[in-house]
């Protein structure tokens, strides 16, 4: 089954500065890698997603990058402000049954 | 559209009683997925089911949990005879197609074991 890791487990930034996430997968066959923000306390929310089809999406400060070839995808997000501190979490599709596989999370803080 | 209906969001429980956690997909979509998050922890894949049937519990422990998402209401994650280390937040999703689609969560039973 599909095998997700993800980079690193904690990231600190000053506010304005930009902060990279990182998630290998295992499976080749998978070809949908969304990505997750969940703040304390509450549901996990998909911020972004990819198709294997195209190699970066952008949504506002967001963007997502994916590496077919090497099975890696990361998320980038630029400017950041205090209210992007959250965990991140990535995510592919369990090539038998199609279920999420996610990654171990990504706590950001993004200081003032 | 209300999403993803959980409840209840805290439950308490003792030793030994038995839990169970309700979750309504969102209108339209017939793939429920349960996860459960220990505390600080990442989201680990219980069981993935469609109506009245289990597509993939891989992820549920072999004793004491089962699930179920009948033709008529909600899904239900049932633990049986608790224990400490059951103590966790359950997430259920769901999705129109296959998690291909991406999920939407719901907000998530806080189970205590006391």
């Known amino acids: 089954g599909e095998n997700v890791e993800q980079h690193p487990s904690t990231l600190s930034v000053q506010e304005g500065d930009s902060a990279v996430i990182k998630c290998t997968y295992s499976d080749s066959a998978s070809n949908y890698f969304p990505w997750y923000k969940q703040e304390l306390g509450k549901r996990p929310q998909l911020i972004i997603d990819i198709r294997s089809n195209v190699g970066e999406k952008k949504d506002q400060r967001i963007a997502v990058t994916l590496n077919k070839t090497a099975k890696h995808f990361s998320l980038h997000i630029t400017e950041t402000q205090p209210e992007d501190s959250a965990v991140y979490f990535c995510a592919a599709p369990d090539g038998n049954t199609g279920k999420l596989i996610f990654g171990q999370g990504t706590t950001l803080q993004v200081k003032p | ?114």
């Open chain 2, 1 to 114: 559209n209300a999403g993803v209906m959980q409840n209840p969001r805290h439950l308490v429980r003792r030793r030994g009683q038995e839990a169970r956690l309700r979750c309504s997909p969102m209108k339209g979509h017939s793939h429920v997925y349960w996860y459960r998050q220990l505390p600080e922890e990442g989201l680990k894949f219980m069981v993935y089911l469609q109506k009245e049937n289990i597509i993939d519990e891989s992820g549920m422990p072999k004793e004491r949990f089962s699930a179920e998402f009948p033709k008529e209401g909600p899904s239900i994650l049932r633990i049986q005879q608790v224990v400490r280390g059951d103590s966790a937040a359950y997430f259920c999703a769901s999705s129109i197609m296959t998690g291909e689609d991406g999920y939407t969560f719901g907000s998530g039973t806080r189970l205590t074991v006391v």
